[in-house]
């Protein structure tokens, strides 16, 4: 797979976890057409990366492949929660205005809630706590 070569130790040890939790680990599948989507999780177990997307975005496809698989990951956490959030309240998840507004996008194009887009949108940028959610949730 090719974005393994573009992942932090954080993220190789995120992807280590979710083939630990199940789930498997998918790159560039059909779903990927759509040039739109960078990653997913479905409830199938299956954790997918649209390595090609990022690439071909124009943005920085080290710093966007950790992030989406940061991201991604905690949206595993939430399925192995039931596929709920963890409860986090919003005040405690600050998030800049672009973000708010990538929450909005996303829950209208997935099954996930505004609260676990918020919390997914806020750990993708502290790869800690997706590990620490995985941890306490899949184990």
Not at 13 to 37: M, P, Q, T, Y
Not at 98 to 122: C, F, G, P, R
Request: hydrophobic share 35%; proline share 4%.
């Amino acid at each position: 797979m090719n974005f393994f070569f573009y992942l932090t130790p954080q993220a190789q040890e995120i992807v280590n976890l979710i083939n630990k939790a199940k789930f498997s680990v998918k790159e560039n599948v059909e779903f990927c057409r759509d040039k739109k989507f960078f990653g997913y999780v479905d409830f199938g177990k299956k954790f997918v990366i649209c390595t090609s997307n990022i690439k071909n975005s124009g943005l920085d496809p080290k710093f966007y492949i950790n992030e989406t698989v940061y991201h991604e990951s905690v949206h595993v956490a939430h399925h192995c929660n039931g596929y709920k959030p963890f409860g986090i309240s919003k005040k405690d998840m600050p998030l800049p205005s672009n973000k708010l507004q990538d929450i909005k996008n996303s829950v209208i194009m997935s099954t996930a809630s505004s609260q676990m887009e918020h919390e997914a949108y806020w750990m993708e940028d502290r790869p800690e706590k997706a590990v620490y959610v995985l941890k306490k949730y899949c184990f």
